[in-house]
């Protein structure tokens, strides 16, 4: 029954997911937003979405090593499984943005993260707001970049054009679809997970860091696969970065604010978030040896291996 609460739960999240991307999106055109603000902001945090209603469900059910553990490994796979999936399938190019920017961002508060949490072995209100308030500030720079140099930021032709014509009607339907699946999804999945942990004998943590952490990633791993199978879409590394910002800063700080984020598996702080962190610093190397600005199939490979490897290590652990 857990496999079958996993599966709705996932399915549940991906649906609900692609349906508040859509209402946010066309909300947004209403409200005059250019297509680039759309895909910074708008975009961003509607892709976190599944992850911000399984952490904060997770919280609030007391299993706050799911909450962790889904940021932490959600944070890995899209590094680790979406980002060297697609640089298998097609050579990603690197901008100046990824090592001047969103890099150091991401790494910046990867760090404070950690020392977050092993400063008072939990994440509490004032701390969860610390990180929600780092999200605006990074959210005032990038978009002054943006503004500052338009032409080295092309479009999101991710962003469906057709969507600025949505009716209000339609709007508001696609909203409350997103939000019901959201929501069911993630109560399923929590139960699910739990069950699963229960019956393989293994920790919520070693589920949220694995299962849950991949289910959460889905509609980021699809995107991209698909965009560089039709070769369609620039993908862009700072992108992608952009969502590990997100996960940190918006979920981990949203969650914390409603409900404090106590550290109960000590693996957490000695083990997962070393492998974060790790995911986060081998990009550098990644990215200009030995050919300088761009991610190949080669590259995409050890990074797809490393993950299984981490993948194996949380079970056998």
Not at 18 to 27: I, K
Not at 156 to 163: A, F, H, M
Not at 174 to 190: D, H, T
């Amino acid at each position: 029954m857990s496999i079958l609460y996993i599966f709705l739960g996932l399915l549940l999240l991906v649906v609900g997911g692609e349906f508040l991307v859509r209402s946010s999106v066309a909300l947004s055109f209403k409200l005059k937003l250019s297509k680039m603000v759309i895909g910074l902001t708008v975009v961003s945090f509607a892709t976190s979405a599944p992850e911000l209603l399984v952490s904060v469900q997770a919280a609030l059910d007391g299993f706050s090593d799911i909450a962790l553990g889904n940021v932490i490994g959600s944070n890995i796979a899209n590094i680790g499984l979406v980002l060297g999936i697609t640089s298998i399938i097609t050579p990603l190019a690197i901008d100046k943005d990824f090592y001047k920017f969103n890099w150091p961002v991401m790494m910046f508060l990867s760090v404070v993260f950690y020392f977050l949490l092993k400063s008072g072995q939990q994440i509490d209100r004032m701390e969860g707001g610390v990180l929600f308030l780092l999200l605006f500030v990074y959210l005032f720079f990038l978009l002054r970049r943006a503004k500052n140099a338009p032409e080295t930021k092309p479009t999101d032709d991710s962003i469906d054009e057709g969507l600025s014509k949505a009716t209000n009607f339609r709007i508001v339907i696609w909203l409350l679809l997103g939000g019901i699946a959201l929501y069911f999804g993630s109560e399923l999945l929590v139960k699910g997970a739990v069950d699963m942990a229960t019956a393989l004998g293994v920790s919520e943590r070693v589920i949220a860091v694995t299962m849950i952490a991949v289910g959460t990633s889905v509609p980021e791993l699809a995107a991209s696969v698909i965009a560089a199978l039709k070769k369609e879409k620039a993908i862009s590394l700072g992108n992608l970065i952009g969502s590990n910002i997100f996960n940190i800063a918006s979920v981990l700080g949203i969650t914390a604010l409603i409900q404090p984020i106590a550290l109960k598996s000590e693996l957490v702080l000695t083990n997962d978030i070393f492998w974060m962190l790790g995911f986060a610093a081998i990009l550098i190397p990644l990215a200009f040896i030995p050919k300088r600005f761009e991610i190949g199939r080669t590259k995409g490979l050890i990074m797809v291996a490393a993950y299984a490897v981490f993948i194996g290590m949380a079970f056998l652990g």
